[in-house]
């Protein structure tokens, strides 16, 4: 497993980042390689990217959530991943955004892309167009404030 973990600074109130970054399908709009990712049910996600050429399929189960805090998932089919994405409030209009996250290459070409720090450039690509993505609009479009801990979702905790 290779782990990486990068973080940005946005300029940006905690809750409008974190409200922003829970809208899964907008993904494709900031993260290299997303085509499509789709919001199954209040936990449950399915990813579509290309990855070193090819087309993969996956789905993934978000494990924690706490608003304003973090989103933790790991992937239940396909490529094996995982990670955290936590939020902090630098000041009341700054929020740092700390992405670690696991994978496991599969194939010698992903291998080799992970040895020359592709996807640690992707992520960290990724990111800076999340900020760029947030800073422009300045306002989130959507947002989920339920919890998810141990798998159990508690809707509406933080309120919408």
Do not use: C
């Amino acid at each position: 497993m290779s782990v990486i973990e990068k973080n940005i600074d946005v300029n940006i109130p905690v809750r409008t980042v974190y409200n922003q970054w829970t809208q899964f399908e907008s993904f494709p709009h900031f993260m290299t390689g997303i085509e499509e990712v789709k919001q199954l049910d209040d936990k449950r996600t399915f990813w579509k990217a290309t990855i070193a050429g090819k087309t993969k399929e996956w789905y993934a189960d978000i494990i924690e959530q706490t608003p304003d805090q973090r989103v933790s998932w790991r992937s239940t089919t396909g490529a094996d991943n995982s990670g955290t994405v936590s939020f902090v409030p630098l000041g009341p209009n700054q929020t740092r955004v700390t992405l670690a996250m696991s994978y496991d290459p599969e194939g010698p070409i992903e291998n080799i892309g992970d040895a020359l720090g592709i996807v640690e450039g992707r992520i960290e690509g990724d990111l800076k167009r999340f900020k760029q993505f947030i800073e422009s609009r300045g306002v989130e479009t959507g947002a989920w404030r339920g919890e998810i801990h141990g798998g159990n979702v508690e809707k509406n905790v933080g309120g919408q």
